[in-house]
């Protein structure tokens, strides 16, 4: 007879979770976007002749604010031009604002307001615990609103000082991923985002039972605390043997692999690459900018450049005046910005 009370209780339990379970998400589903992104991509042809296509990204994202939308670095890496598609069909044009490809987090603007906006607020993602259940919210493989629940499975973190382009923390989950999930908002259940969908690790291409999200923590404290503006590039940071390989004036420097015409990198006329390459088993587009430095800020590696090129970074604001030293078909060119 125990046992069927045990039974019982089980069933009224699980019953009692999933309509709690529900309810949340009608009140927090309305928040979560669709990201639509037109990206230049390079295409190289057997005659290794390379020409730029149009291609279509699709990732999802979550609104803090009637404008403001979070959402994963990797889903708005160079977009051309992005639009957000709302529950009820409403489309609105975006521009990023702000954006950390280490942390994978993204602040995105809306060109207007959402008219009567349903926002979610941000939780402390410190409070999590390994074993606590989780949902999210998102669109995989195009399908809007989808959700899956699953569990906290461990905290990854990697701090290195106040350096915020390599600083990450990450929440591992067992909650299923998949393509178009990347940016949409990981929940507790008392209904706060507790992390942005960054990635999965698979042998399959598909979801294997490993999800990662990046921390709301580290994403308030970098999208809207500090004010780092978006630049408009994909950059690959060299190392000393690939600046030698490159023939590179100094140890360590950055690739400029493509540039958004509309962004702040795009009016200074930097240029993005045109050759695909494959360097220490690494794909390239070469050919583009080499950036030197900042101002006077040489690019190196070492943690008090670093943490310069960070400072230097936040205290840009929304007007920022500055200078850019390239290396461009064997010539040093300074370019300046308003």
């Known amino acids: 007879m125990k046992h069927v009370y045990l039974l019982l209780f089980t069933f009224s339990s699980l019953f009692v979770h999933a309509q709690d379970l529900s309810e949340i998400y009608k009140e927090v589903s309305p928040a979560v976007v669709i990201i639509i992104t037109s990206e230049k991509d390079i295409v190289t042809s057997e005659e290794s002749k390379a020409s730029f296509v149009e291609k279509e990204g699709l990732g999802s994202g979550f609104m803090i604010s009637d404008r403001l939308i979070l959402t994963a670095a990797h889903v708005v890496t160079v977009p051309e031009k992005i639009s957000v ?28 307001p959402r008219i009567n906006p349903v926002t979610v607020k941000l939780g402390d993602s410190d409070a999590l615990e390994i074993g606590e259940q989780i949902f999210i919210i998102g669109a995989p493989y195009g399908q809007g609103a989808s959700l899956s629940a699953g569990y906290v499975s461990g905290i990854r973190k990697q701090f290195e000082g106040k350096n915020p382009f390599v600083n990450r923390e990450f929440i591992q989950t067992d909650a299923a991923i998949n393509q178009g ?41 970098l999208l809207l605390n500090d004010k780092m503006p978006w630049l408009g590039a994909d950059m690959h940071t060299l190392s000393t043997k690939e600046c030698e390989l490159l023939n590179v004036p100094q140890a360590n420097a950055l690739l400029v692999q493509r540039v958004v015409d509309s962004s702040i ?24 900018d080499i950036i030197l430095g900042f101002n006077d800020i040489t690019i190196d590696l070492s943690d008090s450049n670093l943490n310069k090129l960070a400072e230097f970074a936040n205290s840009m604001g929304d007007n920022p005046q500055f200078t850019v030293t390239v290396y461009r078909d064997g010539k040093i060119l300074t370019l300046k910005y308003k």
């Open 265 to 288: 990198f795009g009016e200074m006329g930097i240029k993005g690459g045109d050759t695909e390459a494959m360097i220490a088993n690494q794909k390239l587009i070469l050919g583009g």
């Open 85 to 112: 598609l709302f529950p009820d069909g409403d489309i609105i044009p975006a521009s990023v604002v702000s954006s950390y490809k280490s942390a994978d987090i993204a602040l995105i603007k809306l060109f207007r």
């Open 181 to 221: 999930n990347s940016g949409g908002p990981m929940f507790n259940l008392k209904g706060e985002v507790v992390g942005v969908v960054s990635s999965i690790a698979t042998r399959s291409g598909g979801f294997d039972g490993i999800g990662y999200a990046s921390t709301s923590n580290l994403a308030a404290k």
